[in-house]
DNA sequence: ACGGCAT
């Protein structure tokens, strides 16, 4: 199914267990751009759907229509983003009541997941609503540098920040590793998580200061280097699979 | 601990 020797790089990764089910959000960026695969996993079988990235904030806003559901019974609804339509369609069965959303994508591809509606506001529709945006935000915070340089982004009233830093950071170390290019930093208005960050000076020529950052039970190296390309920040994560990460936050 | 969809 996936392809082994892909080129596309991992910006975020975020899983969603709903019930039984596991879903698995990647968001990827290749030379085209970035996009959003979004996996469900339920005993064994799995199905796959990809979102260009410009889709994902109207995926927040249509699992908010789902998830706020008024008393009425919610409508079908189509999104169409480039060249392919998504479909939404609330269903019910003995198991409960679910959200099917399809991909139709030219010629006649369609795939689809399932996501359970859950019992909570904060699970189900609401709870794959929130991660939706946490992506959604964090793809803004990224900033990949095509020409290997040190920038920095300053950034206002980004809540939830250490989440997002972690994720921010994840990112910076896989890019790094891979190609030796730079993924600019976001500075958290947090004061805690500001001072873990490695300061950029450009006063001094973007002298950058290795520092360890700790964050729950990871740990990050960032160092200076620079080659024929220029200067870089690498950052280095202990544990740097996905999957891993997964296992962590359920 | 499911399992829906639809080929």
């Not at 019930?19 to 960026?29: A, C, R, V």
């Not at 889709?55 to 169409?80: N, T």
């Not at 920040?161 to 921010?168: A, E, H, K, M, P």
Request: include cysteine; aromatic fraction near 8%.
């Amino acid at each position: 199914m996936d392809v082994v020797h892909s080129t596309d790089v991992e910006l975020v990764c975020k899983c969603l267990q709903v019930e039984h089910k596991t879903f698995y959000f990647d968001l990827k960026e290749n030379p085209r751009g970035r996009y959003l695969k979004i996996s469900e996993k339920s005993s064994g079988s799995r199905s796959t759907i990809i979102v260009p990235v410009a889709g994902i904030v109207w995926f927040v806003d249509l699992f908010s229509y789902y998830a706020d559901g008024d008393d009425r019974e919610p409508s079908s609804k189509e999104l169409q983003l480039d060249n392919k339509v998504f479909h939404f369609e609330v269903r019910e069965n003995a198991k409960g009541r679910f959200l099917k959303v399809s991909e139709v994508s030219l010629p006649s591809i369609r795939s689809t997941i399932i996501v359970p509606a859950g019992n909570e506001a904060d699970e189900g529709w609401g709870a794959f609503r929130n991660v939706l945006a946490e992506i959604h935000e964090t793809s803004q915070l990224i900033v990949t540098l095509p020409d290997g340089s040190v920038s920095s982004q300053q950034l206002s009233g980004t809540p939830e920040l250490l989440g997002n830093l972690s994720d921010v950071v994840d990112t910076a170390a896989y890019m790094s590793s891979r190609n030796g290019k730079l993924v600019s930093q976001a500075r958290p208005l947090r004061d805690g998580a500001t001072n873990l960050l490695p300061s950029i000076n450009h006063d001094t020529g973007g002298l950058i200061t290795a520092r360890v950052l700790r964050a729950k039970n990871k740990k990050f190296y960032f160092d200076l280097g620079s080659n024929a390309r220029g200067q870089y920040l690498r950052i280095s994560e202990v544990v740097p699979y996905c999957s891993i990460y997964c296992q962590h936050s359920l």
